[in-house]
């Protein structure tokens, strides 16, 4: 089976930093692409960061040049460095890897973290 664990979350006041992290493990040939998504109450969840196995990075507006996207393709995983952190960035956030399996038939398929709560308050 494959397996996506977080930590990382916590409370935190406004301007400070968290770090992320996320550990795929299991029966896995590659990953493609790692990401994480984000879900506050009362909203839809959204995708906050990605980074593809060649390294390419993508952030949505509300975040770039506050949070990055890094990986550790030995330990098989993926941090998300949130600084100058806001009220608005609180929400859940959960790890998704795009991965090929080492299933029968060789399965590509997305998989999820259980989630992590980050909480900015004064």
């Known amino acids: 089976q494959v397996q996506l664990v977080e930590s990382g979350g916590g409370l935190v006041q406004p301007g400070g930093s968290l770090r992320l992290s996320c550990t795929a493990s299991?029966?896995?040939?590659?990953?493609?692409?790692m990401g994480w998504y984000r879900q506050a109450p009362g909203k839809q969840r959204e995708l906050v960061a990605t980074i593809t196995s060649g390294g390419s990075t993508n952030y949505i507006d509300s975040v770039k040049g506050r949070f990055t996207i890094s990986r550790d393709n030995a330990k098989n995983t993926v941090y998300l460095q949130m600084n100058s952190l806001k009220p608005e960035d609180t929400a859940v956030y959960y790890c998704n890897a795009d991965l090929l399996s080492l299933a029968l038939s060789g399965t590509r398929g997305h998989y999820w973290g259980q989630g992590t709560q980050v909480t900015v308050s004064s």
């Open positions: 299991g029966s896995i040939f590659s990953i493609y692409a």
